[in-house]
């Protein structure tokens, strides 16, 4: 059933419901995962995106006090939101690796070490840990359209300075450019959850975050195979360098600020219409009924939550590292394999994109949450053990297959590694705990890239790798026993 302003009516939900005249207070309602709503004495709802039908006394004593009636419809407008924010967490994701995955080039063409390259993607993980809190905040007390044109705008802002670096000596520009980007992706990583359930019905929820999520993914996919492409390594020729650069600098602002213009004219704060019941009911929930402060402290108590939190940093950190240091352990054993690095950097992405997915849906249809993320712990140590023995064998169809692997188990685990924290924090809010576990993953991250590059430069890759594999196999004993 289509409205006027371009609203239809949610399929498979009334389309009202009566006020009360009476409320209790308001249970806190779930913002990331579908059937986590509060339940059955604070137990989670079936998962599969659908909602429990609530009792009318229940679900009446939920809805806001006075007369009128609660309409619940699904708008046309949230499809176009989805894909405009994809597509903008897609550019950021690909502006975070288009350095490390050419770091022989811009080390020659900036005339700097491997290590000043590589903060050049460690500074999203620099930038990520302080913000985070603030970022959160910035979204609950300010909305979502803000926070969706600051991501946009520093992002595109980012992409522009970039531009202005297209000279050897200019490496403290690209690094503040950089910067700018690294902070625009605070303002990104925090929202798919939010405009899913903003936005999306009861039975959408999870397809739209996994659809938003997978943007950024998609774009670290393009972000390893594409500036291999656009900037050959041609060391003898930097005049010819910087115009490549330039190519791959340019195409990323312009796309940039047209995603930015298109976020100004297709965001909202929300819907006309809320699209679930649930959604109702967070609407009229008082924002002084939660605190940041008492969440944080509940999770630093519980001792489950805080193995997970070194457990998940150490593994998505090891992600992180391999990642940016990904074309120095190829291009050692392989060289003037530059475009074969970032394929095989676009192997491990998508097939760890096939990973979470078929870990997700694993864990929907067992859920044997601690069995399933101890398994993919322990393959992931497998994998990365294969990877690092079999790098410099000297055939490059092994290591795209033993990338492919090692991605398929390391990235599966990262959305096992969330669902798991939902449930050993639960009735905790999924926003606050994620955001720590964001925060952990991007510690780490600093610390072992700048460890095993350190090992990798002044040893070689398998020095490196195998300092991972010794933080993966610790990972392991703190899952076993969270």
């Given at each position: 059933m289509v409205e006027d302003g371009g609203e239809e009516e949610a399929e498979g939900e009334s389309g009202e419901m009566p006020a009360a005249t009476a409320a209790p207070p308001l249970p806190r309602c779930n913002g990331f995962l579908p059937g986590k709503e509060a339940a059955d004495g604070g137990r989670a709802a079936?998962?599969?995106?659908?909602?429990?039908?609530?009792?009318p006394a229940a679900a009446e004593a939920m809805l806001p006090t006075g007369g009128g009636r609660v309409e619940t419809r699904l708008s046309r407008r949230r499809l176009v939101v989805l894909a405009v924010f994809s597509c903008y967490s897609l550019v950021n994701a690909f502006q975070w690796i288009q350095y490390s995955i050419l770091s022989n080039v811009f080390s020659v063409f900036y005339g700097v070490s491997f290590t000043q390259i590589d903060w050049l993607s460690m500074v999203y993980m620099v930038a990520y840990v302080p913000l985070i809190l603030p970022a959160t905040w910035l979204l609950d007390a300010r909305g979502l359209r803000l926070t969706?044109?600051?991501?946009?705008?520093?992002?595109?802002?980012?992409?522009?300075?970039?531009?202005?670096?297209?000279?050897?000596?200019?490496?403290?520009?690209?690094?503040?450019?950089?910067?700018?980007?690294?902070i625009a992706q605070v303002f990104i990583l925090g929202l798919p959850s939010r405009i899913a359930s903003v936005w999306f019905g009861p039975t959408e929820v999870s397809t739209a975050c996994a659809v938003a999520v997978l943007g950024n993914q998609l774009g670290t996919a393009i972000g390893f195979l594409l500036p291999p492409v656009l900037?050959?390594?041609t060391p003898n020729d930097i005049d010819l360098m910087a115009h490549n650069i330039s190519i791959m600098f340019y195409g990323t602002a312009i796309v940039s600020t047209l995603l930015f213009f298109l976020t100004g004219v297709v965001f909202e704060e929300k819907p006309k219409y809320p699209p679930s019941h649930s959604q109702a009911v967070l609407q009229t929930k008082p924002p002084e009924?939660?605190?940041?402060?008492?969440?944080i402290t509940n999770l630093f108590k519980n001792t489950p939550f805080l193995l997970l939190l070194i457990s998940y940093g150490i593994m998505t950190g090891t992600f992180y590292s391999v990642s940016t240091l990904l074309n120095q352990m190829i291009v050692t054993h392989y060289e003037g394999e530059e475009v074969n690095a970032g394929r095989i950097g676009l192997t491990l992405v998508v097939a760890g994109m096939v990973g979470s997915i078929i870990c997700g849906l694993w864990l929907d249809y067992t859920k044997t949450y601690k069995q399933t993320t101890l398994i993919v712990y322990i393959l992931s140590f497998i994998g990365m053990l294969v990877f690092t023995f079999t790098l410099d064998l000297g055939y490059l169809i092994v290591v795209f297959v033993t990338g492919g692997v090692l991605g398929f188990f390391m990235t599966g685990y990262l959305p096992l590694g969330f669902e798991f924290a939902v449930e050993i924090t639960y009735p905790e809010s999924e926003g606050t705990s994620s955001g720590l576990l964001n925060a952990s993953a991007q510690i780490f991250g600093i610390l072992f890239t700048l460890v095993q590059g350190k090992l990798t430069t002044d040893y070689s890759p398998r020095a490196g790798n195998l300092f991972l594999c010794a933080w993966i196999f610790v990972g392991i004993i703190l899952t076993g026993t969270s």
């Open positions: 079936p998962a599969g995106g659908e909602e429990q039908p609530a009792a969706a044109l600051l991501g946009s705008g520093l992002n595109a802002l980012g992409a522009w300075l970039k531009c202005g670096s297209l000279a050897p000596q200019r490496y403290p520009l690209t690094l503040a450019a950089q910067t700018v980007c690294a900037v050959p390594n009924d939660y605190s940041y402060k008492q969440s």
